[in-house]
């Protein structure tokens, strides 16, 4: 049981490892966690997953026997959980998010916020704790809950209708491919409200996700925007399955969370922007010259910590998180990060043009390695350990980051060595000024890696 506690959120197979017993247990021992006040109010909301609406009614009555109210937010996009925490009239004290986010469809989990703050990290571990002892004492955490309807999602459309205006009307072939998650709830009522036209693919949520998987920042679950651009041009946003990543698509290049950056930071004054560990030598070195970036662990939880901590303008992942706490709340969400777009290019920005401009770089997409939730941080720090004496033919090191995983910078580039915070996968990835340099950093990794679990073994 406790593997399905991550490092920043909750994540584990249905009915298997999410069951009755385990889910009410995470509702009882949350509520407990809030602190006594006149009413302890818990709002819950919940993505497309065939399973999510069981989980909601499994977590409620959790919450019930915790003296909890439940506020029911519904079918909506992750972000519109934390916005219920976040707008002036909240009144809860904890949001749970119920979403498998990008992952198969048998998964689901809970994405946690207890006073507007992520809760995660040690916190989240010491709660699969207790709950594994819970269970195994088998001790009753059911009660029938007080829910109360409480529509969110028309108060986010209206404020980011509001917020945005100025978009209205605004023309432009636009493609969206929302790959049967939630994110059209509240992003496409805010087009409409703001008269701005759209062709929209796979707009319906169904957690069979029956025409491509929801993460978009795998290239075959792309084929079809690519498609509708080429035949329609203009610009697409390709969501993930519970709506707070994006990819943007231009005529030219598919951009990222760290190519998003880059442009971002070009249009805020003084920019203080949080990246993770696998974002591009050129995102980190133009910001550099215009404000401060800081390279943190990668994890939705920890960027969002880090910027709280900093007053940082926003944060950035490669995997499309984005963190704007410049004219908004903090935390990721897409559809507001695609308003930011439009806004850019009502603006007469050019994206491509701002990327070109940069010194070419080449680089890999995320290449995994299968292992087991066991051995993976055995597997890094031993793998540390080996890089302090590199074997002769590794490519000359300049320095070495551990602030996750490991990032070796080499004189033309850099290698990435982490643990996956949600899956049992080791993560690797790679950039250069010289493509070919890509093959001589992946196979001198990797060659030192398959000794390292050689030993281990």
Not at 337 to 343: D, Y
Request: aromatic residues 8%; proline residues 5%.
């Amino acid at each position: 049981m406790q593997n399905i506690f991550r490092e920043y959120d909750i994540r584990g197979i249905f009915p298997d490892e999410l069951n009755a017993p385990a889910v009410q247990a995470i509702g009882y021992l949350l509520g407990a966690r809030i602190p006594q006040t006149t009413t302890r109010c818990v709002a819950i909301g919940y993505d497309a997953r065939t399973h999510s609406r069981t989980l909601f009614e499994w977590l409620a009555s959790g919450f019930a026997k915790a003296d909890c109210e439940v506020l029911d937010l519904g079918l909506i996009p992750t972000p519109v959980a934390y916005f219920a925490m976040f707008e002036e009239s909240a009144k809860p004290q904890l949001s749970v998010m119920i979403t498998g986010s990008h992952n198969p469809k048998e998964y689901n989990g809970f994405k946690i916020t207890l006073g507007r703050k992520p809760f995660f990290g040690h916190d989240l571990q010491q709660l699969g704790a207790d709950v594994a002892d819970c269970v195994r004492a088998k001790i009753s955490t059911h009660a029938e809950p007080t829910i109360r309807k409480d529509d969110a999602l028309t108060r986010y459309i209206a404020h980011l209708s509001h917020a945005f205006a100025h978009l209205r009307g605004l023309q432009i072939p636009l493609v969206l491919d929302c790959g049967n998650g939630v994110v059209a709830q509240g992003i496409a009522p805010i087009l409409d409200n703001l008269q701005i036209r759209y062709t929209g693919l796979f707009m319906q949520p169904d957690g069979n996700f029956p025409n491509h998987h929801p993460d978009p920042t795998e290239d075959k679950n792309l084929r079809d925007i690519k498609a509708a651009l080429a035949k329609q041009g203009g610009i697409g946003f390709a969501f993930d399955g519970d709506g707070d990543r994006l990819v943007v698509l231009t005529q030219k290049r598919v951009l990222k969370g760290d190519d998003l950056a880059i442009v971002f930071a070009q249009n805020i004054k003084n920019p203080v922007v949080v990246g993770e560990v696998k974002c591009s030598m050129n995102m980190y070195d133009s910001i550099n010259r215009i404000g401060k970036a800081v390279m943190y662990k990668t994890g939705h939880s920890n960027i969002k910590t880090k910027i709280k901590e900093l007053g940082a303008s926003f944060g950035a992942e490669v995997s499309g998180h984005l963190f704007f706490n410049d004219r908004y709340f903090g935390y990721d969400d897409a559809t507001y990060a695609a308003l930011r777009v439009l806004e850019l290019i009502k603006d007469g920005i050019d994206m491509d043009a701002v990327l070109d401009s940069l010194p070419p770089l080449y680089a890999t997409d995320e290449l995994k390695i299968p292992t087991t939730e066991s051995a993976k941080f055995a597997i890094i720090d031993a793998f540390c350990k080996r890089l302090q004496s590199p074997p002769a033919g590794f490519p000359a090191i300049k320095e070495t980051l551990t602030i996750d995983g490991v990032r070796i910078l080499f004189d033309e580039g850099w290698a990435l060595l982490r643990a996956s915070n949600t899956t049992p996968m080791l993560v690797t990835r790679f950039e250069s000024t010289r493509q070919e340099n890509l093959a001589i950093y992946e196979k001198a990794l990797r060659s030192l890696l398959d000794s390292v679990m050689e030993e281990l073994r």
